[in-house]
């Protein structure tokens, strides 16, 4: 039967969406944190390791073991190594739309809508930009769609409910966020009739409570196979609610944020502002028309309820869970985006009653897909992830087989964490803080030294609350670039505290640099915050830089000064100047030619700067694809 042109218009704008959002997938959208940390959880998982065992971790653990066959595929220690998560999580959501717009087809919603309302979806940035990240919310949506999409036919026979019920036990083993969602849907279920429209109960819907039971089992056999059990109820349920129990929102009407943004407001600063650039016509259509979908469903939906009442319900409970969340991110509304293509396709099927409607509505998807095309395509931030690769594969070249480092989120993909929490989010801060979690000690640091230090934004202010601890860091690591660390030493001397002390950390030669220049380097004021304009063209130590009088003591005897002392990891070393001016001393290793390298402004290791429009760099995302990213600029930096 041949296709309506409206519909496949939609269709073909459908697939020109999906081609856009494939550059950020590759790179234009630089990595999130979360997808380290679930590429880590899932490497760790193809190994043999237990998580919660063996592992510290607070989501549940579906997507680690599904997914961990397929991290064998690379060995990369960059970007790309996630990049081909994202790849092989593609798929997914392939499955998702297809069995939404099946779900749409049998609540009776004409294709024209169905598609329309998918397409301003994958139109959205509010959902495309998460969308394509590898994550824990991609498995857990499309695992609960699938559970719709089966509890939709339950009328049909007892295995749709019972193969229902084991979905929504599966979408909460995916992404425990969408545990309240999943009980609330097993129970609705047992209470509503759609396809009768009438209240009153469906005995079928008991196999759904014995579907998720016979889903849960597994898990349960497994945990307490491997004797994780009460580790891993302690991490799941335990730990995340006195966590969310002791946290401080960080900002006021952040879930209002959130959906904000898609209207170009930004309600989290001191002022509230709007930019014109951040509008998203798609994001704000599928909110719009669902946000009335939900209204009209359940006005009406009470006295007859059907398909659009009862996943408006759903929807209404969904957002309810999300706002009474402390920490609202825009992963946390791909759900809530999904579930309102059905109760929008059903507002347009209502509304395109003629051809000029039909024409309105086309013209919206259009505008809305030339804006998602344009944004996915020209506002980018590639030079970060080219920046990302540099790091973590620098951070692997200069560092054995084995060591350990210490950052936030496990940057070297293939180096072992220090601290046991090695994922230093707000949960890790407020346990820590309340003694539920305990802390990371000089005494553990000096027991096994790190091999480096990622000083990205978590790890400096953790290094900023911990104070001992921070200055213990900053005396005994030095920047090869900006965010990594290695070990050295360095103090500033004054006639008024002439001495400093240092543990050795790393056997090695290192270069001596003692001079009265060197007491004014931003290092020794603002070590841990870099975008301060007094850090803009530091340059490393010279040669210059060594015609202070230094009396050097390694273990308490006294050593000749020279340009280079070799040491031991353990020992002693003690600098007492002679000085009457200030004094600044750094002792950096002989093999480590750069020091405080810096990137081209605008590039950070977070992706903290906002997006900018302009053409993307096409070679940096090939390199990046082939494991092969171009080197930052680092001329200024070398000693």
């Known amino acids: 039967m041949k296709m309506p042109r409206g519909t496949a218009l939609l269709g073909g704008i459908s697939l020109l969406s999906i081609a856009a959002r494939l550059f950020p997938l590759q790179g234009l ?27 510290w971790e607070h989501h549940t653990p579906l997507q680690w073991f ?7 595929l690379t060995h990369s220690t960059g970007v790309s190594a996630i990049l081909l998560m994202r790849w092989v999580q593609l798929p997914l959501w392939i499955v998702g739309f297809v069995l939404l717009r099946g779900w749409m087809r049998r609540a009776g919603i004409s294709a024209l809508a169905s598609w329309s309302a998918m397409t301003l979806v994958l139109c959205s940035t509010l959902f495309m930009l998460p969308a394509v990240e590898y994550r824990v ?39 425990l ?6 009980v609330l ?5 047992r209470v509503v009739r759609t396809r009768e429209r009438a209240w009153g109960g469906n005995t079928r819907a ?12 597994p898990a349960c056999a497994y945990f307490a196979a491997t004797h994780s059990a009460r580790i891993a109820w302690q991490r799941l349920w335990t730990d995340n609610f006195v966590a969310d129990r002791f946290a401080q929102a960080p900002v006021d009407w952040m879930f209002a944020h959130r959906f904000a943004v ?9 002022a509230p502002n709007f930019q014109l650039s951040a509008v998203d016509p798609g994001g704000i259509a599928i909110l719009v028309i669902g946000g009335i979908g939900i209204v009209r469903a359940l006005r009406r939906g009470f006295r007859a309820p059907g398909d659009d009442f009862f996943l408006a319900f759903l929807q209404v409970a969904n957002l309810l869970f999300i706002a009474a969340m402390k920490y609202v991110f825009n992963y946390h509304l791909e759900i809530a985006v999904l579930l309102m293509a059905p109760l929008a396709a059903t507002e347009i099927d209502r509304f395109v009653t003629s051809a000029p409607r039909r024409r309105a509505v086309l013209a919206l998807v259009i505008v809305a897909a030339i804006v998602n095309v344009a944004a996915a395509l020209f506002r980018g931030k590639e030079s970060d992830t080219a920046y990302e690769d540099f790091i973590m594969r620098e951070v692997d070249r200069r560092t054995p087989a084995g060591a350990k480092v210490f950052d936030s989120v496990g940057w070297p993909l293939h180096r072992d964490p220090a601290y046991r929490y090695w994922f230093l989010r707000a949960n890790v801060f407020v346990m820590e803080e309340h003694q539920r979690f305990e802390p990371y000690t000089i005494a553990d640091l000096l027991r096994d030294p790190p091999a480096a230090v990622i000083a990205d934004y978590d790890v400096r202010k953790w290094l900023a609350t911990h104070r001992p601890f921070g200055e213990f860091v900053v005396t005994h690591y030095l920047p090869l670039w900006r965010e990594i660390w290695l070990p050295g ?19 090695g030669t290192y270069d001596v640099y003692a001079s009265t220049r060197l007491a004014s380097h931003p290092w020794y004021r603002q070590p841990l915050d870099f975008e301060r304009p007094l850090w803009r063209g530091v340059t490393p130590p010279s040669a210059a830089d060594r015609d202070a009088q230094i009396e050097w003591l390694v273990d308490g005897a006294p050593v000749s000064a020279a340009p280079t002392l070799t040491l031991r990891r353990g020992q002693r070393l003690e600098a007492i100047s002679h000085e009457p001016l200030p004094v600044g001393i750094m002792l950096i290793m002989t093999n480590n030619e750069l020091a405080f390298c810096q990137p081209p402004r605008g590039t950070t290791l977070e992706a903290s700067d906002p997006p900018r429009w302009h053409v993307p760099d096409l070679g940096a995302l090939v390199q990046l694809a082939r494991g092969t990213a171009a080197p930052v600029p680092r001329s200024p930096c070398r000693r």
């Open 29 to 55: 959208h630089p990595l999130v944190w979360d997808e380290i940390e679930f590429f880590r959880a899932t490497d760790w998982v193809r190994r043999g390791l237990v998580p919660y065992r063996d592992f």
């Open 66 to 72: 599904l997914f961990a066959p397929l991290t064998a």
């Open 137 to 175: 919310d991609v498995l857990g949506c499309v695992i609960y769609i699938a559970a719709l999409a089966l509890l939709q036919k339950i009328g049909d026979g007892r295995r749709f409910a019972f193969f229902g019920g084991a979905m929504l036990c599966m979408a909460g083993l995916a992404n």
């Open 177 to 182: 966020r969408l545990g309240p969602l999943a």
């Open 185 to 189: 849907t097993l129970l609705l279920v």
């Open 206 to 217: 008991n196999w759904s409570f014995a579907g998720a039971a016979a889903a849960l089992a």
């Open 262 to 270: 898609a209207f170009g407001l930004r309600l989290v600063d001191s």
């Open 489 to 507: 030493m360095s103090a500033r001397l004054t006639p008024f505290a002439p001495a400093a002390r240092w543990a050795v950390l790393a056997d």
